[in-house]
């Protein structure tokens, strides 16, 4: 058997990256380590060099069926770069002479492996260890900083959340085997398309959509979310509710579609149900939050209740060219997975720029923060805005293109799904206003500017004039997320 | 150098350019962040103004200045704008008023002072709101209806009166669970519009499609219905119209100002634009309900108004009721009604304008505007006194003022409803008297006020005090108006003439 090298380029930059960034933190005291940072983040460079020549010669499988690099593949591997990117960045002010900093991004760029390993999966084993490889770095990232007793319980909880559905992930497998006696994907759908709804294999499934709704922090898998985001350090917040959930969806998406699509019929309704409670559960608990990232985690429970409705209309070999089709449902998922990235990314960036001088990050803290550090008031509340879906901001594209694909399938489900949509977006604006509103409308407790690092403003300018440029032009994204969507049912 | 092709853009943009370079000039320099919103709401009137003048007046019914760019492929919208005659008036509309809100502005900044945001956030709104009259692809409608959101939610809670953020949040939720029904609307007709080709967000080839009936009955009904909801909430009317009082009461003056001179435009316009062009048999059955709701704004604002206390809630309320005119104009989907109707929106957006510029400064000088309190003002302030009796009564539809023809037309249109509304003569000449009743009354309520504000003598709270009155800046913000009021009054062609030949062809659907 040949193995195409070319294909996992990115993936053997990460491995040989990582371990780089291991061996050469063992070698640095001090302030240099912070070379560690800048390392991955050149490693996170190289493997998106490694993976753009792909391009001209999609789609590639190696490693028997095991490795698939399709456009599907592609688009989330480089989502997943992109945002892994911003990520490192992120950490570097706030990791900087952290007791673990060399340790803190050899796990992150063990978890982002995971992330990129994630959509190039087309078998049951590879799917479990990519989610695995994103979990279990976090479960010791989250606990990093050690004498923290909110670290610790952020660890715990995740910990425990994240075994247990890795339990049942393998349970299920064990299952789907018994049943159809393969874990490769694109077999298990020949099989289950002759036997048809085999009890067995329905279970098996339902058992690993659970754990992937554990990853992508479905209601009601949701509930470890807000303790971690609070207690981890904050990058490692941002993480997870953007790569690592989208690496849920990713996951999700290739069980559901490649592995079984024909039951569709059967698990459609299930995960609209999932959908139903993550939005309603994620926005209505946001209402109440006073801390920032408990806020964010809320929110992005709810966000990602309207990422599950594109999934829960997929219909067994529906051939429909038109916007209502399987592909104008996966390319509405995969562009709000883009869009998602980028305003979510930028609204943790600010926060993480505030953490320094409030350790506390309460709702309070921002108050007035319009007259002390305008230009970052403005970005988070244009995130804010930008998750509530106001246009021009990116983030109605990204609905739109939800609720266009949910409205052109124009069953009863979609129905119902595209109306609880649009109330929970009505609500989540109430609490998205609300950031904004304590940063514009309160008095500050304190005066003087708060002073954010170079490296993190940056990267919250890099996200809002993404924000507004897709926002007004949605164009390159929404034609990239239509090649993941066209492909996948091609696998 | 011709403005086709760059035009309107150039209008529409230049306010939302103003305000990024807005941002890049520090907070301290008051006078520049005046100069500059001065000078990018001018450049985009005086466009505007000549995009008037290059206007083929012969040919009203025709897109002018069109623009029909790829936009976003992957969904079919495209970048395509114009005016015809129906836009045409509001068009200018926006870019006047805001002018005069900047020129206003420069004596009366609302606390806490802050020109720099108080400008830029208007600059945006008049983006918004321009772009909402020119766009002509569904998509582009939505992103600049829901442009004007966020920038008026600030302007009444940053500089809004004591309940300002209860309204602030209120016109926000409000408009905004209207617009989802609305974008619901857009995407059923554009998935829809196959029958005609590819899918299409396109305003005019939807008009063209609904014009040849392709839609469904009890489909149209539907997508009319969320159309409705969007536009009545926005307009609005009874009994979507609550969070009208609370932004209007709350809003600082400028900021009320633009919501009633042009930002409810928004909602009468769409259902001129976008809901019966497009779905001319919905809006056949529709007719009459959207009917009887205005009758009942009608004489629900009148007897609204003759309880008010505060002069900017009294006069939030009167728009309330002018704006069921309006609507009682386009329910009637005749010639007449809509022509009264759009005429109607442009007089209303004069004087009602006007109405809350001398709310605001007489709130400016008393520093209540609790009319009880108020008297004698014709004494304390005789300029003052005297334009707010003219415009209250240019308001309450006066002949030879611009508020009565709006109303005269819109009532003769709902007397004789459209052919296709035939069976339902009776019904619409009882709206009729209804509406006939609701000017007296809102006749009542306007001299009510003026014999409670004006005459009698100064109350002894304000004896002895000396108030400044109208100041040249005022004079120069006002006077285009107050003239106005007057010149359409005596020759309302001139708006009549660019409006009826674009407003014939929707009346022809209706057998009109």
Same mark, same amino acid.
């Given at each position: ?491 | ?13 230049? =306010?939302? %350019?103003?305000?990024?370079? !807005? $941002? ?6 008051? &006078?520049?962040?005046? /100069? +500059?919103? @001065? ?75 802050? =020109?720099? %945001?108080?400008?830029?956030? !208007? $600059? ?6 321009? &772009?909402?009259?020119? /766009? +002509?692809? @569904? ?374």
């Amino acid at each position: 058997m040949r193995i195409d090298y070319a294909a996992i380029g990115p993936e053997i930059a990460l491995a040989a990256g990582l371990s780089l960034v291991l061996m050469v933190d063992l070698a640095l005291r001090g302030r240099s380590r912070v070379l560690a940072g800048w390392l991955s983040f050149a490693t996170l460079v190289v493997a998106a060099a490694l993976l753009v020549p792909n391009h001209g010669r999609l789609p590639v499988q190696t490693l028997g069926h095991m490795f698939v690099l399709d456009g599907f593949a592609f688009v989330f591997k480089a989502l997943m770069l992109g945002s892994a990117a911003i990520v490192v960045l992120l950490s570097i002010h706030p990791m900087r002479a952290h007791r673990y900093e060399g340790e803190y991004y050899f796990l992150m760029l063990c978890a982002v492996l995971g992330t990129v390993l994630m959509p190039s999966s087309r078998d049951l084993l590879m799917l479990f260890v990519a989610l695995e490889l994103v979990s279990v770095p976090g479960f010791v990232l989250a606990g990093i900083r050690k004498r923290n007793a909110r670290s610790n319980e952020a660890a715990v909880k995740f910990f425990l959340f994240g075994v247990l559905s890795a339990g049942i992930f393998v349970y299920g497998i064990s299952l789907i085997y018994g049943f159809a006696g393969t874990t490769d994907l694109a077999r298990i759908a020949q099989t289950s398309r002759v036997a048809g709804a085999e009890p067995l294999l329905l279970v098996g499934v339902l058992f690993i959509v659970g754990a992937f709704g554990f990853k992508v922090s479905a209601v009601p898998f949701h509930f470890w979310a807000p303790d971690t985001y609070e207690g981890s350090p904050t990058p490692l917040a941002a993480f997870l509710s953007v790569s690592s959930k989208a690496a849920g969806f990713v996951g999700l998406m290739l069980l559901l579609l490649v592995g079984v699509p024909n039951l569709a019929g059967l698990w459609g309704p299930v995960v609209g149900g999932l959908a139903i409670a993550t939005m309603t559960v994620g926005n209505v608990l946001a209402l109440r939050q006073r801390h920032l990232v408990r806020l964010l985690a809320y929110s992005s429970i709810g966000q990602a209740g309207y990422m599950l409705i594109p999934l829960a209309l997929i219909r067994p070999y529906s051939t429909d060219p038109m916007a209502g089709s399987n592909a104008g449902l996966v390319r509405g998922l995969a562009m709000y997975l883009l869009v998602y990235a980028v305003m979510n990314l930028g609204a943790f960036a600010v926060v993480i720029g505030l953490s320094k001088q409030y350790p506390t990050l309460l709702i309070r803290d921002i108050a007035g923060l319009s007259r002390r550090a305008p230009f970052h008031a403005a970005a988070l509340a244009g995130f804010m805005l930008s998750l509530g879906g106001i246009p021009p901001l990116a983030g109605w594209a990204a609905k739109f293109f939800v609720f266009l694909a949910a409205m052109g399938v124009g069953s009863t489900m979609a129905v119902v799904l595209a109306a609880v949509m649009v109330v929970n977006s009505v609500i989540s604006l109430y609490y998205y206003v609300g950031v904004a509103r304590a940063m514009y409308l309160q008095v500050p407790e304190e005066v003087g500017a708060v002073r954010f690092p170079p490296l993190i403003t940056a990267v919250v300018a890099i996200c809002i004039i993404g924000t507004l440029v897709l926002g007004v032009f949605p164009e390159p994204f929404a034609s990239f997320a239509r090649s993941a969507g066209i492909t996948i049912f091609q696998s | 150098m011709t403005l086709e092709g760059w035009g309107l853009s150039a209008a529409v943009f230049l =306010p939302l %350019v103003g305000a990024l370079v !807005m $941002l890049a000039v520090p907070r301290a320099a008051f &006078g520049a962040h005046k /100069a +500059l919103a @001065l000078v990018f709401t001018a450049i985009p009137f005086l466009i505007a103004l000549a995009i008037a003048i290059g206007f083929d007046y012969g040919d009203t019914a025709r897109m002018q200045y069109e623009v029909d760019a790829s936009w976003i492929p992957s969904i079919g919208a495209r970048y395509h704008i114009g005016i015809d005659g129906i836009s045409h008036l509001l068009f200018v509309l926006t870019f006047f008023i805001t002018f005069l809100c900047v020129i206003y502005s420069y004596r009366w900044l609302p606390e806490p002072v802050n =020109p720099k %945001v108080f400008f830029s956030l !208007m $600059l945006v709104l008049t983006t918004g709101m321009a &772009g909402c009259f020119v /766009a +002509l692809d @569904l998509v582009l409608f939505f992103i600049f209806w829901e442009l004007v959101l966020v920038p008026m939610y600030f302007m009444i809670a940053i500089w809004g009166g004591p309940r300002r953020e209860y309204a602030a949040i209120k016109f926000f939720l409000y408009t905004l669970f209207g617009s989802i029904f609305m974008l619901v609307g857009f995407i059923a007709l554009y998935l829809r519009s196959e029958v005609g080709g590819d899918r299409t967000f396109d305003i005019l080839a939807l008009q063209q499609l609904g014009a040849s009936r392709v839609w469904g009955e009890t489909f149209g009904i539907l997508v009319f219905a969320g159309l409705f909801l969007g536009f009545a909430i926005k307009v609005p009317m009874w009994p979507f119209h609550t969070w009208l009082p609370d932004a209007h009461t709350e809003a600082p003056t400028v900021g009320s100002v633009i919501l009633a001179a042009i930002l409810l435009k928004m909602g009468t316009y769409g259902f001129v634009r976008i809901a019966l062009p497009i779905l001319p048999d919905a809006a056949v059955v529709w007719a009459p309900f959207i009917g009887i709701l205005a009758a009942i704004a009608i004489v629900y604002a009148a007897l609204a108004c003759l309880a008010q206390t505060d002069m900017k809630r009294l006069i939030a309320f009167s728009s309330v009721g002018h704006m069921g005119f309006v609507m009682l104009g386009i329910a009637s989907l005749t010639d007449r009604g809509i022509n009264g109707a759009i005429l109607g929106m442009v007089v209303h957006g004069l004087i009602t304008g006007m109405l809350f510029f001398v709310a605001g400064s007489v709130h400016e000088r008393f520093h209540t505007r609790d009319i009880p309190r108020l008297g004698g003002m014709l004494i304390l302030l005789p300029w003052l006194g005297g334009i707010l009796t003219y415009s209250s009564i240019a308001s309450l539809g006066l002949p030879g003022l611009a508020g009565f023809w709006g109303e005269f037309l819109a009532l003769l249109g709902s007397w004789f409803p459209a052919p296709a509304l035939g069976e339902l003569t009776l019904l619409f000449r009882i709206l009729t008297v209804l509406g006939v009743i609701g000017t007296l009354l809102t006749a009542g309520y306007f001299l009510w006020l003026l014999q409670r504000v004006n005459l009698g003598n100064v109350p002894d709270e304000w004896e002895g005090h000396s108030f400044k009155d109208v100041t040249p800046l005022e004079w120069l913000a006002w006077a285009p108006l107050l003239v106005l009021i007057l010149v359409v009054g005596v020759y309302p062609r001139l708006l009549l003439d660019v409006t009826s030949d674009a407003v014939g062809r929707i009346a022809q659907l209706f057998g009109g």
